[in-house]
């Protein structure tokens, strides 16, 4: 089996109140409903930034657009399989903080599975860490509250 291989960029979004933003879904998988936490993530078009990247896809899945970058949390690479096609993904996270509460209508492909999401919110990095479904995605708001807590004035 032939392996496609991609870029993806996305954030651990934290407002004012150190709540993190995430994505909520439910998708079809091998014929059956699964029910998906997810943080906000997508593909890194060609010449394109990842950091850039992680911002554009924050706002067109959740339709929040007015985040700084604060952090780069690193990469992690993970290999999946989905509808009979493997995939390598090297996925980079950047910690980021919400400047307002605004938001708009999400630009995603209504067509789209990402057009499913709905954003919600936990009340804080170890919530989020319990209820992501991915185990790359746990990695990176462990990361996050790792760098917060290294990098927040005493």
């Known amino acids: 089996m032939k392996t496609r291989k991609y870029r993806a960029a996305g954030g651990v979004v934290l407002d ?45 899945e959740s339709g929040y657009c007015d985040v700084d970058v604060v952090a780069d949390l690193g990469e992690i690479h993970t ?43 936990a009340s804080g990095l170890d919530e989020a860490e319990k209820r992501l479904t991915y185990a790359s995605e746990q990695q990176f708001a462990l990361r996050a509250r790792r760098w917060i807590a290294e990098h927040r004035p005493a």
């Not at 209508?105 to 999401?117: G, I, N, R, T, V």
């Open 16 to 60: 004012g109140q150190g709540r993190v933003l995430m994505l909520e879904r439910d998708v079809i998988r091998d014929g059956q409903n699964v029910h998906e936490v997810r943080l906000p993530k997508g593909h890194v078009d060609p010449g394109e930034e990842d950091a850039d990247a992680a911002v554009r896809e924050v706002c067109e």
């Open 79 to 121: 290999t999946y399989i989905f509808r009979g096609q493997r995939y390598k993904r090297d996925e980079h996270y950047f910690l980021m903080q919400l400047r307002s509460d605004s938001q708009r209508a999400q630009d995603a492909d209504p067509e789209s599975e990402e057009a499913l999401f709905a954003p919600v919110w």
